[in-house]
C-alpha cells in the first residue's frame, strides 16, 4: 500500500517532465519512450537525485529522423558546391558506404542517394568491403572525391579502421571526406591525421558533455555524483566507450559511448535505461 502511495505521488510530481520526454524522444527506435518506461526509469534513482537525472537527460541533443534527413542533404548541397567550383562533377565521385558492426552508413547512404536522386546523376557507389570494385573505379576515373557517409562518429576507430583497409585500393588522386550530422573532437583529430576533412553540423566536444572529465557544464559536486551513478550502473563503461561520455543521440540508435545512466545495462538488468541502444536489449523470440 505504501509502496503504491510512493509511486503515485512520484508520477503527480514528475508528469510534465514524463510527457516532455515522450514529446522529444518521439521517434527513438530501439524502443519507444513511453510514459510507463520514463516512470520506471526515473524510480530507479534516489529522491536526492532525480532533479539532476532529469537536467542531464535535458542536455541530450537529440537528432530525430527527420532533422537527420534534413541536415545530411544540406551538408551534401554544401559540399557539392564546393566540388564544382572545383571542377570534380557528379561522375567522378565515388560513394562509399561503411560495412563495420553497428554502423548506419548504409541507411544513411540510402538517405542521400533517394533524396538528392544521386543515381540519376551518374555517381558511383561503393560497399567498403568490395575492394576490387574500389580498385576498378578510381583506376577508371584517376582523379575525383570519395565521400564516405555516416550519422555519427565518436573516437573515429571503426572508421579509420575500415579506411586504413581501403586506402592500398585508391589509385589516383582523390579528396576524401567524411559526411556526417555529428562528429566528435576525438574523431576529428584521427582524420586530420589521414588527410581526410569532416563535413559535419554538429561538432560534439569534450567540453559539451556533461560527465566528461574536460567539462564543467554542471558543477563538480553534482558531476561527481553522476559518474558514480554511471559507474554503479557499469563498472567497466559507465561513461560509454573509451569514457567518452557522449551526449548526442539519433533516432535509429544511442552511440556505444553513451552513459550507462542514459542506456541501461545489457538487457536492461538490472538496471532499465531511457535510450538503450539495440544490442542492449533484451532478444525476444
Known amino acids: 500500500m505504501l509502496k503504491t502511495i510512493k509511486t503515485t505521488i512520484q508520477n503527480i510530481r514528475y508528469f510534465r517532465f514524463y510527457t516532455w520526454a ?30 539532476s537525472i532529469i537536467d542531464l537527460l535535458h542536455q ?68 567498403s568491403k568490395n575492394v576490387r570494385e574500389l580498385h576498378e573505379i578510381t583506376s577508371k576515373l584517376e582523379q575525383g572525391a570519395i565521400i564516405y557517409v555516416d550519422d555519427f562518429s565518436g573516437s573515429g576507430d571503426q572508421f579509420c579502421e575500415v579506411r586504413d583497409y581501403l586506402k592500398d585500393y585508391i589509385v589516383g588522386n582523390f579528396s576524401e571526406f567524411f559526411l556526417l550530422p555529428c562528429i566528435c573532437e576525438e574523431a576529428i583529430y584521427e582524420l586530420g591525421k589521414r588527410g581526410i576533412e569532416a563535413v559535419a553540423e554538429i561538432l560534439h566536444a569534450k567540453a559539451d558533455r556533461p560527465l566528461h572529465n574536460m567539462s564543467s557544464i554542471i558543477d563538480k559536486r553534482t558531476k561527481n555524483r553522476l559518474v558514480e551513478i554511471s ?40 538496471f532499465v535505461g531511457i535510450l538503450p541502444r539495440t544490442t542492449d536489449l533484451p532478444v525476444t523470440s
Open 231 to 270: 559507474h554503479k550502473i557499469d563498472k567497466r563503461g559507465g561513461l560509454g566507450y573509451k569514457s567518452m561520455a557522449t551526449m548526442v543521440v539519433f533516432y535509429r540508435n544511442a552511440p556505444t559511448s553513451t552513459p550507462s545512466l542514459l542506456r541501461g545495462n545489457i538487457k536492461q538488468k538490472p
Open 60 to 127: 541530450v541533443n537529440y537528432i530525430s529522423e527527420k532533422q537527420t534527413e534534413s541536415l545530411i542533404v544540406k551538408l551534401h548541397a554544401n559540399l557539392w558546391e564546393r566540388l564544382a567550383a572545383v571542377n570534380i562533377t557528379s561522375k567522378n565521385i565515388i560513394y562509399v558506404h561503411l560495412h563495420d558492426p553497428g554502423s548506419s552508413s548504409s541507411v544513411m547512404l540510402n538517405m542521400l542517394r533517394d533524396r538528392a536522386l544521386l543515381e540519376r546523376r551518374g555517381s558511383h557507389f561503393v560497399d
Open 22 to 51: 515522450v514529446f522529444h524522444f518521439s521517434d527513438y527506435k530501439p524502443q519507444p519512450v513511453t510514459i510507463p518506461r520514463v516512470a520506471k526509469w526515473l524510480s530507479q534513482f534516489d529522491e536526492k537525485d532525480k532533479q
